[in-house]
């Protein structure tokens, strides 16, 4: 018997006490988003060897080493999850942008259709009684009420632009507060790990920093230089590199993300966002201005073919050269609207001839109707796509997620399992102590009193 039996208790003491510290932070941070599971890693200590040249028992254990408390992490699903994490962000924007730009236009079908259903209306009800007042009045109201549901339109789509860029700066400051916490824990790991220490919830701080970085923009994580540092890369720029980081920034004109000045293509939320200003909204804009055009020449032509009360040639009904600046001519009166092809005020042959509008191809080829449909339509179906590539990001990110979380995750009830484990580990590892020490007592003080 010797005091060396007393060592190997306490270094099952100190393993065991140290394992039930791990369950329970385990357990402690079940719900804690980002957290990784921790495991203690542990061994036989060092044998003593046995004594060289005489024959005896050989070498003898000294007990159980703690080597290190390790975070059960798959890299490889790290990499799956952020793939997926930078779709599923560029897919989610699109469709909330998208989704937002119909919200905007309001109920499309009862709005710019129905306007020019009742301005058709209106002629045809000037052609029956082309020497009424009401009739003539009724004729400019409407006019001004398809103008202005288009012109309303095209407001909406601007208003949504600005919007959606007000909302990418917002995201844009959230992304050089991520960067500096990234570089600052570079710091704070690298300093941890020149100590000695194993910083497993600085990595795992890390660790959603960065998710949240590759969600917004697409970004790439890489190792830095330093093997303790994660460089973050969006495109041919560092957003963080070693213990740097670098700002983001949104330049317009178009909508433009910027890493230290240098323009950078990001995808992400960021970059689904800057998808819908830069590319969708300006080919709704382009559609609807060929419509504002397309309808103010078809109109303003056939008027011009017509005389007013005054016996003059019609003037233009509508004007402006895009759906921002479609409006009623100002300048057209009750008696300017031109009903007549004789000059006679009871003649309603030229108020007739605004028939032709509904199979004229006034907007590229196509009659203004169905140009007007053709346009609610093209948004209402984008709308319908942006959802479902959202839904399928969302699917394929909630995959990733579930699959890291099987690395990753704490399982309460194996986390019960261990603190039972140790817990009769720690019991037995200190009835070995009080067995020898009973021992020795017996041996250095029994003994003396014979």
Do not use: C
Not at 240 to 255: I, K, N, Q
Not at 330 to 355: C, H, Y
């Amino acid at each position: 018997m010797s005091f060396s039996s007393l060592n190997i208790g306490a270094s099952a003491l100190l393993a065991s006490q140290r394992a039930v510290e791990v369950a329970a932070h385990n357990v402690a941070n079940a719900g804690t988003a980002g957290y990784t599971r921790q495991r203690l890693a542990i061994q036989t200590s060092t044998p003593t060897p046995g004594t060289q040249g005489l024959r005896g028992d050989g070498m003898r254990g000294t007990g159980v080493a703690v080597l290190s408390i390790d975070r059960l992490r798959d890299r490889l699903a790290d990499v799956a999850y952020r793939s997926e994490a930078g779709v599923a962000g560029a897919s989610a924007a699109r469709s909330s942008g998208l989704s937002r730009t119909e919200s905007a236009l309001g109920p499309y079908a009862q709005g710019a259709p129905e306007a020019y259903s009742r301005f058709l209306a209106a002629w045809d009800q000037l052609a029956l009684t082309p020497a009424d007042p009401s009739a003539r009045s009724s004729v400019l109201t409407n006019a001004g009420g398809l103008a202005d549901s288009i012109r309303s339109s095209a407001n909406g789509l601007t208003d949504v632009s600005k919007e959606i860029e007000l909302r990418v700066g917002d995201q844009v400051g959230e992304v050089n507060g991520l960067t500096a916490s990234v570089s600052r824990l570079n710091l704070a790991i690298k300093d941890a790990v020149s100590s000695g220490s194993v910083p497993n919830d600085l990595y795992d701080q890390r660790d959603s920093a960065i998710d949240r970085l590759v969600f917004l923009t697409g970004a790439k994580a890489q190792p830095g230089n330093d093997p303790t540092d994660v460089d973050v890369v969006l495109g041919g720029s560092f957003l963080v590199e070693g213990v740097s980081s670098y700002e983001m920034s949104v330049g317009a004109d178009p909508l433009a993300v910027l890493v230290d000045g240098v323009e950078e293509t990001a995808t992400g939320q960021i970059g689904g966002y800057v998808s819908v200003v830069n590319v969708d909204i300006p080919s709704f804009m382009t559609q609807l201005d060929s419509i504002a055009t397309g309808l103010r020449d078809a109109v303003n032509g056939l008027h011009a073919q017509s005389t007013d009360l005054t016996g003059a040639a019609g003037a233009e009904v509508f004007v402006g050269d895009t759906a921002l600046e479609f409006r009623l001519n100002p300048d057209l009166t009750e008696a300017g609207v031109a009903a007549s092809k004789d000059g006679q005020p009871a003649d309603g042959n030229g108020a007739l001839a605004m028939s032709q509008l509904r199979t004229m191809g006034a907007v590229d080829g196509n009659t203004v109707a169905a140009a007007l449909r053709a346009f609610g339509a093209r948004i209402g179906q984008s709308v319908t796509d942006a959802k479902r590539n959202a839904t399928i990001g969302e699917l394929g990110l909630a995959g990733a997620t579930e699959a890291r979380a099987a690395v990753n995750g704490v399982n309460i009830d194996e986390e019960m399992v261990d603190l039972v484990k140790y817990q009769h580990a720690y019991s037995a590892a200190s009835r070995v102590i009080t067995v020898i020490d009973e021992m020795l007592d017996r041996i250095i003080n029994g003994m003396g009193g014979r």
